[in-house]
């Protein structure tokens, strides 16, 4: 992989070249525009009132004191929404149960249609001249609630007698299945040796540090609305709301994604405060701005994970893997959030082979309600609780075993490719044993018992852990997503917009928000079509300029947003020539397009790129008989397979077991991501999933109190984000097996991190403490007991 | 947050008079009482800031030890040269509290006055058997810590100045809680001229004196001693930060590390 | 009530009538649309607001506009004179010290104090320095590199 330190060098390919970012500028001199930066002319202020209890029924709702509150302009509820036929948020994949049904869609209100699930469902929207009237008059509004009993706890949610909604009486959303049931009990019939886990992969609460936030305007000129919103992916946002929710042509709406403060997907769904908003904002007549404090973004963000497993791995005498059983319990939350179904079945199950040739696979996953705000994907989605577990009981089947942990994995690693694994993904590349070598080698893997005995005679204990993850990116085969329950789509779109004067705007699909996009696709087609960098301009995030594209999750940006834009690219080229044989007097075929000129064949005869294109926009001498004016060229790429990132991690933590606090030595991180566009921006990429990772294992836990329903971590003071201290500075490196299905061979690189450090801390510490298993996050306390033999 | 009345003295007789009558709250640095309105956890008719007093921010060595003014910010107290001689321990304890953009603005009379059971001043204000100084008397440390959020402090009462006596053998080890950084168990361990004191903040429902590590470390100022008292669990702290039990343990744990501290200066 | 609040503002002269519940960070944002200091917490934490007021780094959502009557306020927007950037902001730019850019005014203002306080830092005391800044998006790793090329003096690249 390129240096991140090396200056760029104009003469090579900006491709593999660490292009500093040109998004750069706004954001270090506070001249970006993120959504609540955005001022419109005569904007009210809006304020949600939200539910105070985990469950009830609402009885009665007095607006009356509110609306005569001074500077109230409207006050919406549930039931004015009823009135227009405002229809529910839907959920984008469905998923069938193991007997066949379909999942149940309990109905997803805007505003609370006579009850509340969770602490801070929306039930009325407060609309005010300024944002402190606006507050004070939701003081006013008197709810009438009378409670209901809580279902809190993941595990007994499908047998307590309480239902969330009333037409789910079980709480239960679907009951899974997947792989070969039979194939799995007969390998563990035979097996030699069965290790066994249990699970709880710990319920996370996004915070990007950008509260979530929109802004919605209706102009009454063109009867068109104009939504500003932290979003991931307006066109699905604006697809969803028009033809699911409200009931407008997608024509009439637009949706502008500006600068975001981070998504990590939690700003890929439709949310309710997004619809309400665009709703009132006619009736009002003027735009209403929301911006989320940030207690309300814990309350109401989607949540992640949130799974309780248990996994069982079978085994020959050598410890080849036989068969692996997993059984899921995973929490929807109150209402389904719009990928939530998918994500602990398609985005789970089907990597539960991880690297290893396990024959025989097969998982159930029971998805339940309960009274807790929705949960859905969060960066790695499915992926990162996968891995988690196979990652974990492999490295315990090492220990079982009495073999070493990269010797039972090397043992088991698949090698010959492409590779169909027993749960439905075929791994086009791979090659896992040479990132573990890499790994072990930076992490100095040989020297560790030398570390532990220094560790030891200071009265420390140190460990040693490893995670091979890999996961299916690129999000995806529309029509393989399709047959898996995706209602959706998942192509993605680029336009290539060349002006005459030679520059080129590129219109994506792909939304960033902070991934770095503007220079890394500016890269890419500056690479392709010979010009400098800087004359290339990158355009994202708003659904009135963009053609429809999916957005950016599931590190799919470079993959399948790249390649559309490079598809566009090359219509251009192909366009481009024939404008050139034209202009050369040559035949079409005979034209080389190469280092931004085209050339005739075999002759020093060629003709810049920029002579091309303001011949396209001046067609004085051009072929107008055979090929229109202009050169503006779009594609939609729809992807043949999933891209399969794949790596190895290596974390070594020391202990203090007076105090249970741990001291990460090293983490090192060795990724496979394909060809590499921009090295700096891919390892920026993998830290801050590893950062999230190490946040996962170490200390975020999201907490909701069993009896009350009520968020216990409800801020910075309660739910712990790590800071600079707390984690050290990684060892980065890559592999590289290009991906064989794009043609920019790329696999993504966005989520890695999160997926493949979580298990390696946790191997590393329970290495560390020689006991079997320890509870994310691994706070102080809980290390402390297991340090100490004291009971968890 | 709630609206209110603003006023802003240049003088203490001044900040009196407006706190006089109404239903008001002293504002001083502002690092946890403007958080505490935001959330509208707090709520006062008037406010009367205390920042353009300037004699109040004033530290000055006297007699036996330094007197550090109400207003003086953490970060004036953790680099102020008199209080690293006399007292180094507190101009330590000054400097972790929070983080530096906190340290800029939160005072040593606004955190006592507010008396946050996770705040670290109070551990230093009980070690050392400070004295705290106010519009009317002045009043010891062993008396003012009272309850959760509660402090002997009359209604309109200013406190003005704290005196800290000069101790050497003296550190304040914080253990921070890692979502607030706040200390999740703080001890200030000092040898003073009654005898060891040791201050524990972050276990209770507000700072105390662990009498049990006083006597131990009377007979045997050493970190072993320490270490080996098990503090009881009786009206310890329990949350998902830490549950009583290890707290508990805790506090002889950290009162080693401050006991070692002390030793090493 | 309201209350007239005249400060200086990267070197200019304002006052603005505001409610006294004002916080500095409003009234930079509203008053003056200086929106380029950031609100990401409501528990004074994550250092997203963070400037200077008379030279000392603060967190201006933890501070009432009238208590800072009188003073200097520095934000992102005025760290760069004459279009030329400050050294700590080419060094973030340079080491890719920022992804989604939210925290990165606050952190920004945050890292000028810090090398200012303590010019030769080390690794740990950067990072102990920074625990006012929460950012989500770069594991930090990167912003105490960037941090540590603006102590080094190096001179960015150009591209």
Redesign the interface.
Known sequence: MGN?NE??D?SKSPIGQ????R????????????T??V?LQGQTFGVFLRSPHAHARIRSIDLAAAKAAPGVVDIITGAELADAKVGGLPCGWLIHSKDGTPMKEPAHPVLAQGKVRHVGDQVALIVAETL?QAKDAAELVVVDYEELPAVIDLSAADSTGTSVHDDVSDNTCYDWGHGDKAAVDAAFAKAAKVTKLSFVNNRLIP?????RAANAAYNRSDESYTLYVANQNPHVERLLMCAFVLGLPESKVRVIAP????G?GSKIFLYPEDVALVWASKRVGRPIKW?A???ESFLTDAHGRDHVSTAELAMDQDGNFLALRVKTIANMGAYLSTFASAVPTILYATLLAGQYKTPAIYAEVKAVFTNTAPVDAYRGAGRPEATYLVERIVEQAARDMKMDPAEIRKKNFITTFPYATPVGLTYDVGGYAAHLDKAMELADVKGFPARKAASAAKGKKRGLGYACYIEACGIAPSNIAGALGARAGLFEAGEVRVHPTGTVTVFTGSHS????HETTFAQVVAARLGIP??NVEIVHGDTGRVPFGMGTYGSRSLAVGGTAIVKAVDKVIAKGKKIAAHLLEAADSDIEFENGEFKVAGTDKKIAWGNVSLTAYVPHNFPLDKLEPGLNENAFYDPTNFTYPAGSYICEVEVDS???KVKIEQFVAVDDFGNIVNP??V??QV??????GLGQAM?E?C?YDPESGQL??G?????????????P??KIATTNTPCSHNPLGVKGCGEA?AIGSPPAYINALTDALGVVDLAMPA???RV??AANGLPA | MYAFEYQRPTSRDAAKSAAAGADTRYLAGGQSLIQAMRLRLSQSERLVDLGAIADLKAIKADGNGVTIGAMATHASVASNADVKRIAPAIAELAGGIGDPMVRNMGTIGGSIANADPAACYPAGVLAFNATIHTDRRTIAADDFFTGLWETALQPGELITAIAFPAAQKAAYVKYKQQASRFALIGVCVAQTAGGVRVGVTGAKGHAFRATEIENALAKSFTPEAAKAVKMPTTDINADLHGSAEYRAAMIGVIASRAVAAALAR | MDIPISLTVNGKSVTKTVDSRTLLVQYLREQLQLTGTHVGCDTAQCGACTVHMNGRAIKSCSILAAQVQGSQITTIEGLAKNGELHPMQAAFRECHGLQCGFCTPGMVMSAVQLLADNPKASEEEIREALDGNICRCTGYHNIVKSIQFCQSGQTPTAV
Not at chain 1, 23 to 30: C, H
């Open positions: 991140m200056p760029f104009p660490s292009v500093r970012r998004e750069d500028r706004r954001f270090i001199t506070g001249n970006a525009n993120y609540d930066d001022v402190l915070n990007a540090i950008e509260p600068d975001v403060g981070g990590f911006t404090e940030r207690s928000h902070g991934q770095g960098v800087g007076d105090t249970g700096m921006i390892e920026g830290h801050g999933g590893i950062a999230q200390m836990a907490a216990v971590t801020s910075y003071m309660d739910y712990a984000m790590p800071r600079a201290i707390d984690i500075s990684f991190g706070t102080p306390e402390w007991r």
